[in-house]
């Protein structure tokens, strides 16, 4: 393949939205670590985002009995109807919510729902802020629209959560909203509900967007369930069938939207998107059945004796983990007792212990050489394997 | 559902993008279809932009084989390499093409693949050269990222597609680029080869950006298979498993670009959709077996009788479909001999006659009430019947 100089394109300059990404730090770990497979080396993976469990059978089954009859066309852009009072009956059952399926976009992944959420949100120049560190792909929705992203640093003090005092100091006359993640990716934490309804009070005060980031709901240990949607209509959430539910490669997300939003975003999602994939739409369908739940609730439970065993593992080895992670599938460490830049330390982890991990550059622009994320998609034994080998390695 | 007023939604101001959107016409007139027919009476739907095949039997076979092992995690954010690969082969086999399967990006849909190329390429202010009528997205699409969608006006006299005159003489300072799509929606109608290659020395001259949207590829009755592929490296090709592959509700496309910008796509990519639905990746590997394309090529045929049979019947009745309709599953008629608002009459055909139709509003501006798309995706006893109901209206 011909490589081009980025002067001498031959159809013209890239935008600055494309530009500009920086690659994820990931990749090259990743690429690093197949190669290292190749080889015949033993890898041990903690930087995959998705669950490392199949789609539970109930799913499947739905799908392939939809797919039998072959009848594969779009559906309405908003979703299924059935999936959309599936969802609602979902917030009834598990959260004492009633929300009106009307209000429930059923999108191409999360993904989907930020794009749709963020286009119809931003206009040129509008400010958004974003926790910092927080999901990297929340800065490039924004950038997409015209908006800028603005950080607003996030301490493991404060769980890695904004809190009210901060974000009214952040908050500016450009500032269109905030985007929250609970339980957060990279951190697995999560945000008080009361001081949510602080920043949600103060949103509403300045007439701009609250939009929580939920796509780890139900991956919570501990908690009780909770969604910010018990604090009114007028804020927007995200969420997906990939991380709780099981189903990333199906790209399968929702959004729930205030009521006066739904019908502009709807067009928006008959131009961009036309509908979400069908088969996954019907497969979806069986969720939320007490056979599936129950399989999931099993799979919840295995991911909290991950977190314990990995926890307590990095603990024993003075490594630290200063903010409570309470959900999700991840923690995130501090490695700066042990190295100065964790980046290079996650290159070392990977030669010297075969253990991939994400380094805190790819998530955050302040002080991202103190950490690591270490995600507990892998099993317990394979955790107690890597525990294992960083001890080695931290007595060379 | 409470609604509220545009100016005291209580999240702010909805962006311009989706605001400004109009609705799709034939939204209304499908609503009434449905209404209809809950009433008992019989539609026949001619409004319909997707096959009526169900999705071929070996693609659904091929996905119901990746399911029964269940693992459905994501796939590279540009695609599975095997699909990338298999595209590649396509161009080879059917077009005599050597495309670099690096150069293939693998979509959520065609969709998917237009919202990354027009990301990729338009700046705030950049303008767009859109044939008019034209498929009602590619504006909205433009438009997500700043730019400014410019119609272009096709006349029936111009088979509905651009020449290099018109071209030149609409590009402007600003212009990034121009979309053409053929065979077209609406219209069916295709670019003469020599009149595109025309454009895109144009573009080349401009170093600015041909876009090509060739997801119809494929439904073409007499004419021999072509790709604008054949042209050069410097341009970007739009395709999709929907329409001749029969697969839209899987939401499955791809796109081909130059070589200088597939890094930044696949940044794109990995932000906006973190990968392409994966069950629809591993299905869609079946659909260019032998087997497949026989089953496909038996649908088109099927396909070139139905339009034989509706353009016969429509000229008999003296309404006029003026341009040369040689591919897609539309038929463009001009209906001004009958009336002089074809939305007006679109409401007339389906209350009176039983038949659902797109008005020329929802794809074009000049003059749109003279023209009516019918599409034959239902079988030919339907079409006929449809044919014999509109002399009837048309006598009284």
Redesign the interface.
Known sequence: ????L?D????????????D?A??HVMELMAKAQSLEAAGRDIIHMEVG?PDF??P?AV?RA??RF?????????PALGLPRLREAIAAHYRDRFGLSI?P??ILVT??A??AL?LVL??????GDRWLLPDPGY??NR??VR???GIPESLYVSAEQSFQPDEASVRAAWGEKT??IIVASPSNPTGTLIVPAELARIHAL??ER????VVDEIYQGLTYGQAPWSALALG????VINSFSKYFG?????LGWAVV?????R??E??A???????????QHAALAAFSPENIAELERRREEFRIRRDTLLKGLKAQDIDVPAHAEGAFYLYADVSRICTDSFAFAHRLLDEAGIAATPGIDFGSREPGRWLRLAYTTDVTRIEEALARIALLLER
């Open positions: 393949m011909t490589e081009y980025n001498s394109l031959p159809c013209g300059a890239i935008a600055g939205r494309a530009g990404i690659p994820f998705e199949a789609t059978p499947i799908a392939q797919l039998d009859a072959g009848r594969v066309g779009y559906t009106d009307e209000r191409a992944g993904s989907g794009l286009a119809a949100l931003t206009e040129s990297p792909c490039n929705f997409a629209f015209g269109r909203g949103t509403r007439h701009g967007a609250l209509e007028d804020l927007f189903m990333t490669g199906w790209r205030p009521p006066g939003y739904v502009d975003i067009k928006l008959q131009h961009y998107f036309i509908s979400a994939s069908t088969p996954a």
